[in-house]
């Protein structure tokens, strides 16, 4: 199933939603909800999926990504908490929303090209769903995670110009 998903910047008004969202017992290792990753104090922009202009998704860049993580370097950004709320799971959304992140990516963060992450190797869904939207394993590991190892994923951006 192909769901049509819009990606936009996280505000105020999204909050009410986003406190709502829920995760499956299998997946809560994996992710932290929305408010816990917003109040981390690192250099994080909350970024909403919405089908329908409904938020049924969140996720958070990190722009400090090239300056804190040995494994890359330069101007880059990383993906963090990419989450699709319990209830809207199974409809495609979570690779819809991979799918325009290159193109959205580019256009919030000009300049930038690339875009990391890591994924859990016990989360093979979730690196299927990175990989259909464009995200390339590195084919290193990345150790030092809380939860086990991780694969590191790279994903170009559409290149816009930095004003």
């Known amino acids: 199933m192909s769901a049509k998903v819009t990606l ?36 994080r922009d909350g970024h909403v999926i919405c089908e329908t202009d409904l938020p049924v998704g969140f996720f958070a860049i990190d722009r400090d990504y090239g300056a804190t993580q040995d494994f890359v370097s330069g101007d880059v950004i990383g993906l963090r908490m990419f989450l699709v709320d319990q209830k809207a799971q199974g409809r495609g959304i979570a690779t819809a929303a991979c799918r325009a992140l290159s193109h959205y990516l580019g256009v919030v ?40 190892p991780q694969h590191i994923m790279q994903l170009p951006l559409a290149i816009h110009p930095a004003p």
């Open 8 to 43: 936009r910047p996280l505000s105020q008004s999204d909050w009410p939603d986003l406190k709502q969202f829920s995760l499956p017992e299998d997946q809560a290792g994996f992710s932290d909800l929305p408010a816990k990753t917003m109040l981390s104090g690192a250099a």
């Open 109 to 148: 963060y000009p300049g930038i090209c690339n875009c990391y992450l890591t994924v859990n190797c016990r989360n093979p869904g979730a690196k299927r769903a990175y990989e259909k939207g464009g995200f390339k394993d590195t084919g290193e590991l990345y150790l030092d995670g809380g939860f086990g």
